[in-house]
């Protein structure tokens, strides 16, 4: 009876400790956050040190065969789907991070500056505006795309941080489609990159509030 009794004790006490830490391949470990995807940061590293960012340009790219399948949408629609894009993404950063946060930008590396490198991938927007004004295209469920961002030392160029989220395409409801227009599904986009920025600095305010290991 005894040896039973310790036995689930023991077994009691491991099930209580922490499980393995999920590290990626290049050191980084995942941190809790709120969103599907995840909080990567580089143990030790401090944060507390950072007023300043500089914000990489964007890269956009859609998922694959996203063009193949929609033959209607011409080659400036997608460009110009890729640089609104892109702007929406720099203007919801800044609101986030400039306006909110309290960063300011930089122009140059510096002890208290951090790196930020943004990629959207996987961008899948269901109904495309056509050039074409007679076609009108309906979509049974939201955008999607896929946004990371990797967080560099300005001064040493070492990754200490990412942020990944996956977005969108929920379905809109049982039987239900939406028509797509170039302001709905920009709202939308905008919508994601929105949650994105708000993430970074969330992980941002927890990643200076915590003591390094």
């Not at 309290?102 to 996987?122: E, M, N, R």
């Not at 979509?139 to 896929?146: D, E, G, N, T």
């Not at 905008?190 to 927890?206: I, Q, T």
């Amino acid at each position: 009876m005894l040896l039973g009794t310790i036995g689930a004790f023991a077994l009691t006490g491991c099930r209580n400790l922490p499980g393995p830490r999920e590290t990626t391949p290049d050191g980084l470990e995942r941190v809790p956050s709120r969103r599907a995807g995840g909080v990567f940061r580089l143990p030790g590293a401090p944060f507390t040190q950072y007023k300043r960012l500089i914000l990489e340009p964007v890269t956009v790219s859609f998922v694959d065969k996203w063009q193949k399948n929609h033959p209607e949408i011409s080659d400036r629609e997608v460009r110009r789907i890729t640089e609104e894009t892109a702007k929406m993404f720099r203007e919801e950063f800044e609101r986030e991070l400039i306006k909110s946060a309290k960063y300011s930008f930089a122009d140059d590396p510096g002890a208290d500056v951090l790196i930020v490198a943004p990629t959207i991938t996987d961008l899948d927007i269901p109904a495309p505006w056509s050039d074409n004004m007679d076609l009108h295209t309906m979509a049974p469920r939201s955008i999607s795309l896929h946004a990371t961002g990797e967080l560099r030392d300005a001064a040493s160029g070492t990754l200490v941080g990412r942020v990944d989220m996956f977005a969108g395409g929920q379905q809109y409801g049982l039987h239900e489609f939406r028509e797509g227009t170039r302001t709905s599904n920009a709202f939308e986009i905008r919508n994601h990159v929105r949650e994105w920025s708000r993430l970074l600095r969330e992980a941002l305010n927890v990643a200076k509030t915590e003591r390094p290991r």
